[in-house]
């Protein structure tokens, strides 16, 4: 067997490609196939080599063999064929993956796509017209992936269960921690998305290309309500456009071979986590100590490939990044996990971010790599060699990192070792009460207020530490409640205490 270090083994992406349509019709299937095409069309002769085509999830009907499809529409029949389960990690784990599988051999060249159709799937149930669900007499495409929920018993029980519904409890817990109230919380996420917006205002594959300033974003107003305290409709992903992308990744012997290794983005390394699977269980909901485990790994995998007498390589060698920016708190939160400031002069995004950008479902990280890797193909500034890309999965939850270089790893690529500090997280996870059978005052953790398109309450779900240590997600006792928690300060409200009880969980506010 080749040694690990066998340069024909180093992995490499070799070509991207990305699609977007605003008015014809379409399916997911015509988008990656489009970006496919792309991706393909710089690689010619390395269509017919393509072992594997790996899609990823598809939100909207794709049928139950998309890769299948792919494939087929593509030339490459013979391709071995596969679909990812939910997570927006899924595309960085996907290529992490296929590294791996290239360092060792046993893989040379596969075609990673994705994509959501969901502006044309809304379009044709206004028109009354029938769905594509693509070609349901085909057997499934085999499934990869971590397959376990986003939420347990405890969220679903009180209907916690949308981001758009969970990623504002964490950012209460941040606002709580910088010391700020709502409005200045509203503030600070304009004044750290504003920058995402020049970048989308310059991207043609992004749904929103305008510039916005930090007020317009942080500013409620009838064009921009607030959706979930604190954020406005501009501070949350956008899950409504017709978007797809893919890669080719191969190894650099694969590329020689095909006459294109001057394209190569180098794969250095690799690394993922998770974090306490569920919200209510975590004992921090305003950090992610995988981020942290998977930024460390990254960068020790990273050492390992520079080879022997090498300096080490960390975040400050990185000159692109496209940081996982489905919600503020996700961002704010990979800032601190990876030692990045939130006005880095770096940037924290190549893509515009998913507010901005467009958010395709679980896709979107296939953009992030797309944009980084092409940057860096095109020389993207003086003195940068390195890009690091993110993927999310679910809340906070699943986490993939990639570190990509325009030279060669001379140690080989390297996936990181996160089991340490997995077992660590896993074993932090608090017990969670799913019933309170006698009211008892609880801390509150976290917070949130839910507001429907006229800005009126309709929910205020919270997290709050019984006495005994255990947490519970709870939702108001009556409208009341809910009301008395729309005129509430929620960052202040955070460390005060409530009265918990019932199955489901249900509180209400201390006399006062």
Not at 56 to 66: D, E, F, K, Y
Not at 128 to 150: A, H, I
Not at 350 to 373: E, Q
Request: glycine share 12%; proline share 8%; charged share 20%.
């Amino acid at each position: 067997m080749a040694p690990r270090t066998d340069p024909d083994r180093t992995p490499v992406v070799i070509a991207s490609g990305q699609s977007i349509e605003r008015d014809a019709l379409v399916t997911p299937l015509d988008l990656m196939t489009r970006a496919s095409e792309a991706a393909l069309a710089g690689v010619p002769r390395l269509r017919d080599r393509v072992e594997r085509v790996s899609v990823v999830n598809v939100l909207t009907r794709s049928g139950p063999a998309p890769a299948s499809e792919l494939a087929d529409r593509l030339g490459i029949p013979g391709a071995t064929c596969e679909v990812t389960t939910i997570g927006g990690n899924s595309p960085q784990w996907l290529v992490n993956r296929a590294a791996a599988a290239i360092a060792d051999g046993s893989l040379s060249v596969t075609l990673i796509a994705g994509a959501e159709g969901i502006r044309s799937y809304r379009a044709r149930h206004r028109a009354g017209l029938p769905r594509d669900d693509g070609d349901t007499s085909r057997p499934p495409d085999p499934s990869v992936g971590d397959d376990l929920p986003g939420v347990g018993p405890a969220e679903s029980a009180i209907g916690l269960v949308l981001p758009v519904q969970i990623y504002p409890l964490f950012e209460n817990v941040l606002a709580a921690r910088a010391g700020r109230d709502t409005g200045g919380q509203r503030r600070a996420i304009g004044t750290l998305l504003a920058p995402f917006t020049r970048v989308a205002a310059a991207n043609p594959y992004a749904w929103f290309p305008t510039e916005l300033t930090a007020a317009e974003i942080a500013t409620p107003s009838p064009a921009n309500r607030v959706v979930c305290e604190p954020y406005t409709k501009r501070m949350t992903a956008f899950l409504g456009s017709d978007q797809g992308a893919a890669l080719v990744v191969c190894s650099l012997g694969a590329a020689r071979r095909a006459g294109v290794a001057d394209r190569a983005v180098f794969v250095w390394s690799g690394a993922e986590a998770t974090d306490v699977r569920y919200p209510t269980a975590r004992p921090d909901l305003g950090a992610s100590p995988a981020i942290a485990a998977v930024g460390t790994a990254l960068f020790d995998a990273a050492h390992l490939a520079a080879g022997n007498g090498a300096p080490a390589v960390g975040i400050d060698d990185v000159g692109v990044v496209d940081l996982y920016s489905c919600f503020p708190s996700a961002i704010e939160i990979a800032c601190d996990a990876l030692g990045l400031a939130p006005d880095d002069r770096r940037g924290l995004t190549t893509t515009g971010g998913l507010p901005y950008f467009g958010g395709p479902g679980n896709n979107y990280t296939t953009h992030g790599i797309a944009s980084v890797t092409d940057r860096l193909r095109g020389g993207a500034g003086t003195g940068t060699r390195f890009g690091l890309a993110t993927g999310l999965g679910w809340f906070v939850t699943k986490h993939a990192a990639g570190l990509y270089a325009t030279h060669p790893p001379p140690g080989g690529f390297h996936l990181g070792d996160t089991s340490r500090e997995q077992r660590r997280i896993e074993s932090s996870a608090l017990a969670v009460a799913l019933e309170v059978p006698e009211e008892t005052v609880a801390t509150v953790v976290t917070a949130t207020v839910l507001r429907d398109g006229g800005g009126d309450p309709t929910g205020a779900p919270l997290i709050a530490r019984l006495p005994d240590g255990r947490q519970v997600a709870a939702g108001p006792a009556d409208g009341s409640v809910t009301a008395e928690m729309a005129r509430t300060d929620l960052p202040d409200l955070i460390g005060r205490t409530v009265v918990v009880g019932g199955a489901p969980p249900r509180y209400r506010l201390p006399d006062r």
